[in-house]
């Protein structure tokens, strides 16, 4: 199985702050990598897929980068809305595994 | 817009069964493949499932293959997650999700399942 590994695991930063997640995959997936966010109490929400595309509806702040095995979802100016927690997932291989999550605190 | 409501989820106990049901609208559910993820209270998303649009293909993951069957009715908009041999590991909310162009782009509110004696 393709182990993603997501760091950090916890992030505190502040309202227009700029952050950064990484997510790491054990072997090359291409760019077949998606970052959700979730909220507490609610469903998960695609924000990127194919590693940089930004999912319709999601604000212009949030890009992602990289292939092969090294990714990053940047958020550029943390708006009170972004709190939240974080997850990679890699599409490129069954079992489609999820990264651990990256918990956004303020 | 995009509905997907799970239903089915309970306390049931150690060595049971049950099965979950993802009702669909709003898209073409024929049209798309499907997925089941789930999620232990607190910790992170694993996924489990996965169907193609005409239910010629599933996938599992190890921890639930041998004693999870999925399966989907696209006559009545419905997948379908059937398990047996619960353990107190399967305690977690379900979602339901639909494979889109963005991936994993629709998500249902999630059934929870609870395994306890």
């Known amino acids: 199985d393709i182990q993603m590994t997501q760091f950090p695991s916890t992030l505190s930063a502040s309202v227009g702050d700029r952050v950064t997640i990484t997510c790491r995959a054990s072997?090359?997936?291409?760019?077949?990598l998606a970052w959700f966010q979730q909220k507490p109490g609610k469903a998960p929400k695609v924000l990127i897929y194919k590693a940089s595309s930004l999912e319709s509806g999601v604000p212009s702040r949030f890009s992602g980068s990289g292939s092969g095995t090294q990714f990053t979802l940047t958020i550029s100016s943390l708006q009170p809305d972004d709190f939240a927690t974080y997850y990679c997932?890699?599409?490129?291989?069954?079992?489609?595994?999820f990264g651990q999550g990256t918990r956004l605190d303020i | 817009e995009v509905q997907l409501v799970e239903s089915g989820g309970a306390l049931v106990q150690p060595g049971g069964s049950l099965r979950l049901s993802c009702a669909a609208s709003?898209?073409?559910?024929?049209?798309?493949?499907m997925h089941w993820v789930r999620q232990v209270p607190g910790k992170g998303l694993e996924w489990i499932s996965f169907?193609?649009?005409?239910?010629?293909?599933?996938d599992y993951a190890d921890s639930v293959r041998g004693r999870v069957t999925i399966s989907r009715d696209n006559a009545k908009n419905s997948l379908y997650l059937h398990m047996d041999s619960l353990t107190s590991d399967d305690t977690a909310i379900y979602y339901c999700v639909r494979e889109g162009r963005a991936w994993l782009d629709n998500w249902g509110q999630g059934t929870l399942v609870t395994v306890s004696s």
């Open positions: 072997q090359s997936i291409n760019t077949l």
């Open positions: 997932q890699q599409f490129s291989t069954s079992p489609w595994t």
């Open positions: 709003g898209f073409t559910f024929s049209s798309h493949n």
């Open positions: 169907i193609t649009t005409t239910g010629n293909t599933k």
